[in-house]
């Protein structure tokens, strides 16, 4: 569904986009011949904040399908016992794990406490 509504959007701003640079275009050469071209510039200028509204937004990288299968099915490294440097990590921001914790799970607890990637 995100996948959709990104392309949405990016449809949605491409006229805006293109209108903008004919429009401004447009103003451009009247302004050469000597015509009045006011309305066609503050259009053109106008355009631009509408397309940057609908454009999509960058923001924080979801993991892909594949990854999220791949983590869930616990592969590779989320299963092994965390490390010591990891551990200490973790008590120092006060979480509280058992001994034989993995790495994925003491990575879960670590992310939950600080709200972010810590690596």
Same mark, same amino acid.
């Given at each position: ?36 071209? !006011?309305?066609? #510039?503050?259009?053109? =200028? ?7 509204? %609908? ?5 924080? +990288? ?27 990590? !973790?008590?120092? #921001?006060?979480?509280? =794990? ?7 799970? %003491? ?5 939950? +406490? ?6």
């Amino acid at each position: 569904m995100g996948e959709f509504i990104r392309l949405l959007r990016l449809a949605l701003a491409t006229p805006f986009l293109v209108g903008g640079l004919l429009l401004g275009a447009y103003g451009v050469y009247g302004l050469y011949k000597g015509e009045s071209v !006011a309305p066609y #510039l503050i259009l053109a =200028f106008l355009c631009a904040p509408i397309a940057a509204l %609908l454009l999509p937004k960058k923001g924080r +990288k979801r993991a892909s399908p594949f990854a999220r299968e791949y983590r869930h099915k616990g592969g590779g490294w989320r299963n092994d016992p965390a490390t010591e440097r990891q551990k200490t990590f !973790a008590r120092d #921001l006060g979480i509280k =794990f058992p001994a034989n914790i993995s790495k994925g799970e %003491l990575s879960d607890r670590i992310t939950d +406490k600080t709200g972010s990637f810590s690596g």
